[in-house]
């Protein structure tokens, strides 16, 4: 049995789905190693402009396996100490393959988002959800801390310092209907409607200048880094010279406009 699917469900649209239902898609590493490989692959693959992340069965993500939690690729040798490091760094690196693509994803979360489950979702760049998920970090439930896989770097930027604080501090569930209003999904839809949302949204996004929206979220993502709004407006008009200048995907626009046809953006 595969732990990871991926398939096409629309032309440029590649969907990664975690499938192990039965323990809610849990992070077994029997599962994080293939996802990880898997986002890496799709990363790789030219022909896909837009990533979707879900779960199979009933959860998005439940997060730490506590009862079959898998095998650790690359550990012989090595003390529990070293371990645990090696542990963790598998994870982050996930975290990270979901940031470092250069497509934009989409996470749509069919249901319970739970601990690292949460930290996956956030790592996208877009969220919808079904109306039965929900959202819990779960660290601090556990007699952790709440903070793993760059939660508390995430959260706050998503929803702001002062709910994210309450939030992984009480362990309390945010549900769908919570999570649109403070802004930690985009929307949400009802769970039969899910991917075919996710999947409407990716065609559209996918349908426009590959490097306009490549570009769009790295501006995104550096924005909430910058260091101040100088700095970051050089950033931004470098990138929109840069396609502005190197294409002649403005003049394509504007003549579709005048010829009421979509674009054809060839960069």
């Known amino acids: 049995m595969s732990f990871v699917l991926i398939d096409q469900p629309r032309p440029h649209v590649?969907?990664?789905?975690?499938?192990?239902?039965?323990?809610?898609?849990a992070m077994a590493f029997d599962v994080?190693?293939?996802?990880?490989?898997?986002?890496?692959?799709?990363?790789r693959d030219n022909g896909t402009r837009v990533v979707v992340?879900?779960?199979?069965?009933?959860?998005?993500?439940?997060?730490?396996?506590l009862e079959s939690p898998g095998a650790i690729p690359g550990i012989e040798g090595?003390?529990?100490?070293?371990?645990?490091?090696?542990?963790?760094?598998?994870?982050?690196d996930v975290v990270r393959a979901l940031r470092r693509l250069h497509q934009p994803v989409i996470a749509a979360v069919n249901g319970?988002?739970?601990?690292?489950g949460l930290c996956l979702s956030l790592a996208a760049d877009i969220r919808l959800a079904a109306d039965t998920a929900y959202f819990?970090?779960?660290?601090?439930?556990?007699?952790?801390?709440?903070?793993?896989?760059?939660?508390?770097?995430?959260?706050?930027?998503?929803?702001?310092?002062?709910?994210?604080?309450?939030?992984?501090?009480?362990?309390?569930?945010?549900?769908?209907?919570?999570a649109e209003r403070i802004g930690l999904v985009?929307?949400?839809?009802p769970g039969d409607k899910l991917l075919d949302a996710c999947d409407e949204l990716a065609e559209r996004i996918a349908g426009f200048s590959r490097p306009g929206v490549e570009l769009?979220?790295?501006?995104?993502?550096?924005?909430?880094?910058?260091?101040?709004?100088?700095?970051?407006m050089d950033h931004e008009g470098i990138a929109q010279l840069y396609v502005r200048l190197t294409t002649r995907n403005f003049e394509e626009a504007i003549q579709a406009r005048k010829e009421n046809r979509p674009p054809e953006f060839r960069d």
């Open 216 to 232: 769009t979220k790295r501006m995104l993502w550096s924005g909430l880094d910058a260091a101040s709004l100088n700095a970051h």
């Open 186 to 189: 985009s929307r949400t839809v």
């Open 112 to 116: 319970p988002a739970i601990g690292g």
């Open 32 to 43: 994080m190693v293939p996802f990880r490989e898997a986002l890496e692959e799709v990363g």
């Open 136 to 178: 819990r970090a779960a660290g601090i439930n556990n007699g952790l801390t709440a903070s793993e896989l760059g939660l508390s770097y995430l959260l706050p930027r998503a929803i702001g310092a002062s709910r994210a604080f309450e939030i992984m501090l009480s362990g309390r569930d945010v549900d769908a209907a919570e």
């Open 53 to 65: 992340v879900t779960g199979a069965g009933r959860g998005f993500c439940s997060g730490a396996d």
């Open 78 to 92: 090595l003390t529990v100490s070293s371990i645990a490091l090696r542990s963790m760094e598998l994870l982050d």
């Open 14 to 25: 590649t969907r990664i789905t975690l499938n192990r239902p039965e323990r809610m898609n």
